[in-house]
């Protein structure tokens, strides 16, 4: 397969993401083409809470596990993430340290977008703020 059919698989990938829907197709094919691959094994820490944000993931295959600190010490379990979940992307916004731990349950395939690509990306979408907040409020209601 070419890079180029790559890029177009994974634009239309991407597509299929709430995050990710409202983009165009040329911005879609740009944006698949700044993520880089990474892998975690079960077990791993992809993100770990209290981190600096280096960037946004998207998990292609795999099953993810969110949990923060509880009080007295421990973890505690927010959920699990399948194909397409998008994690990260509160440190990148606001600039703060990572909120939750992120842990692969099983062997995972994901994307990594680094920040300097997100900011690229928002400086050429500026309504992509907006469609963030609306996907994060929706996300964060139940917690």
Same mark, same amino acid.
């Given at each position: =397969? ?19 829907? $409202?983009?165009?197709? $040329?911005? @879609? ?5 700044? *993520? ?30 969110? /949990?923060? /600190? ?26 703060? =340290? ?9 062997? $995972?395939? @994901?994307? @990594?977008?680094?920040?300097? $690509? *997100? ?12 469609? =963030?907040?609306? @996907? ?8």
């Amino acid at each position: =397969m070419s890079g180029t059919d790559r890029a177009h698989e994974l634009a239309a990938f991407l597509a299929g993401i709430p995050f990710f829907a $409202s983009f165009d197709e $040329s911005t @879609l094919v740009w944006l698949a083409g700044q *993520f880089e691959p990474a892998r975690a094994q079960a077990g791993d820490a992809i993100i770990a809470e209290g981190d600096p944000g280096d960037g946004l993931y998207v998990l292609l295959s795999g099953r993810l596990r969110v /949990s923060v /600190s509880a009080a007295g010490g421990g973890e505690r379990v927010l959920h699990d993430l399948g194909r397409g979940a998008v994690i990260g992307e509160i440190a990148l916004l606001s600039d703060r =340290m990572r909120s939750a731990t992120v842990r692969a349950v099983r062997d $995972s395939d @994901l994307l @990594l977008l680094r920040t300097a $690509s *997100f900011k690229a990306l928002i400086e050429q979408n500026p309504g992509f703020l907006a469609q =963030m907040a609306r @996907l994060l409020i929706e996300r964060l209601r139940p917690v």
